[in-house]
Nanobody, 125 residues
């Protein structure tokens, strides 16, 4: 059973930066694509960023492209989301997600079988 634990969220002023971390346990981390999603109150969960199994390919939502960077460290079973130039509209609960082993990277929620508990990011104006 894969477990994912997010950390690094909090309150930041517009224009600031945060780095989210996701620690994975349960095995086969390097065989899973990883993603970050977010959900604001009253809205559906939306894709933010994803990285393939090796870390060589990354994908971003248009709303965060150029500001956010996803990366992973397979030796440490960690995935990160560096968030720069934050805006109030980035305020949401952010979720780390993992696919089944040997699945391709995806930008929708369906292929992700494992989810973290979520962490709040609040950007003040």
């Amino acid at each position: 059973q894969v477990q994912l634990v997010e950390s690094g969220g909090g309150l930041v002023q517009a224009g600031g930066s945060l780095r989210l971390s996701c620690a994975a346990s349960g095995g086969a981390f390097g065989s899973r694509a990883m993603g970050w999603f977010r959900q604001a109150p009253g809205l559906e969960r939306e894709f933010v960023a994803a990285v393939n199994r090796s870390g060589g390919s990354t994908y971003y939502a248009d709303s965060v492209k150029g500001r956010f960077t996803i990366s992973r460290d397979n030796a440490k079973n960690m995935v990160y989301l560096q968030m720069n130039s934050l805006k109030p509209e980035d305020t949401a609960v952010y979720y780390c997600a993992a696919t089944r082993a040997y699945s391709n990277v995806a930008t929708t929620t369906t292929p992700y079988n494992y989810w973290g508990q979520g962490i709040q990011v609040t950007v003040s104006s």
